[in-house]
């Protein structure tokens, strides 16, 4: 947004925020849960294993998070199935690598 193009832009946003990452176990599994909760999921999809490997996949951005899972959720709609195995959620992982 520093770029000249973008000028016009810049001068409309009035507030800069960088996120960090959720790095802590606790907070990024409630995080998680949270939001497939507020999307209307109602039993589990991921594993306490599958929920670190989305951690530590993700760095704790929310936003790779929700990629992953986004893929993983494409994944696993062909093959008929109601949950994400650890396994799926690494097929994600390299898909978006």
């Known amino acids: 947004l520093d770029r000249v193009p973008y000028a016009a832009l810049a001068s409309r946003i009035?507030?800069?925020?960088?996120l960090a990452p959720v790095l802590e176990r606790e907070?990024?599994?409630a995080l998680v849960l949270h939001a497939l909760k507020s999307a209307g999921c109602q039993h589990t999809l991921?594993?306490?294993?599958g929920l670190e490997l989305l951690r530590q996949a993700s760095k704790g951005f929310p936003r790779?998070?929700?990629?992953?899972l986004h893929t993983a959720?494409?994944?696993?709609?062909?093959?008929g199935l109601n949950h994400l195995p650890d396994d799926l959620l690494q097929a994600a992982i390299e898909a978006l690598r």
């Open 14 to 18: 009035q507030v800069r925020i960088r």
């Open 27 to 29: 907070r990024f599994t």
């Open 46 to 49: 991921l594993s306490d294993s």
């Open 73 to 79: 959720l494409r994944l696993a709609v062909p093959k």
């Open 64 to 68: 790779q998070a929700g990629n992953i």
